[in-house]
T-cell receptor, first 114, second 113 residues
């Protein structure tokens, strides 16, 4: 079965510092991985995706993610955090055998303090 | 939130009542989904539909029903059989058959009084 895990419920970082939000995956075969952000009482917004190709994927709002096959990870990163980045972040994997099923992690709350 | 609209944004229901949440998309997507989100938890799949007049149960379908009479619309009914319906409900859609992203609506917050 396909799944993703987000080991941290919450990440705290100071504004201007680099941030990392962790995600590990479990799939058989090549994964299709996604990151989403959710602001309070809003839907999820797409940030970036890894389908194939370069292991470093760049996305919206200065975020990037690194696909690491040996560690089965897809961590979300940003070189310099902003207070406005504070939100809930979800990692997701798409089912390889049923493209129409996505599996979401439990979410990581990012707090960026001024 | 892309081309997906959900209404209403907030919904209050008395115990024992059925309520219907609306989801409409103008993205020409074949596949549509309903998720439930509870505080501190991830998204749980209620129902999904890959094509008009067809839908499948997700992980937590009990107490819910859906219909897909039009490609653009995928309403969710929360029935009185759902024992704990207070939650944030998200509708999503995506293109079928290719590994593209899922697009989400703004959500409906349902509260049972």
């Amino acid at each position: 079965a396909q799944s993703v895990a987000q080991p941290e419920d919450q990440v705290n970082v100071a504004e201007g510092n680099p941030l990392t939000v962790k995600c590990t995956y479990s799939v058989s075969g090549n994964p299709y991985l996604f990151w989403y952000v959710q602001y309070p009482n809003r839907g999820l917004q797409f940030l970036l995706k890894y389908i194939t190709g370069d292991n470093l994927v760049k996305g919206s709002y200065g975020f990037e993610a690194e696909f690491n096959k040996s560690q089965t990870s897809f961590h979300l990163k940003k070189p310099s955090a902003l207070v406005s980045d504070s939100a809930l972040y979800f990692c997701a994997v798409r089912d390889l055998y049923n493209f129409n099923k996505f599996y979401f992690g439990s979410g990581t709350k990012l707090n960026v303090k001024p | 939130d892309g081309g997906i609209t959900q209404s209403p944004k907030y919904l209050f229901r008395k115990e024992g009542q059925n309520v219907t949440l609306s989801c409409e998309q103008n993205l020409n997507h074949d596949a549509m989904y309903w998720y439930r989100q509870d505080p501190g938890q991830g998204l749980r799949l209620i129902y999904y539909s890959q094509i008009v007049n067809d839908f499948q149960k997700g992980d937590i379908a009990e107490g819910y029903s859906v219909s897909r009479e039009k490609k653009e619309s995928f309403p969710l009914t929360v029935t009185s059989a759902q024992k704990n319906p207070t939650a944030f409900y998200l509708c999503a859609s995506n293109l079928q058959g290719i590994p593209d992203t899922q697009y989400f609506g703004p959500g409906t917050r349902l509260t049972v009084l």
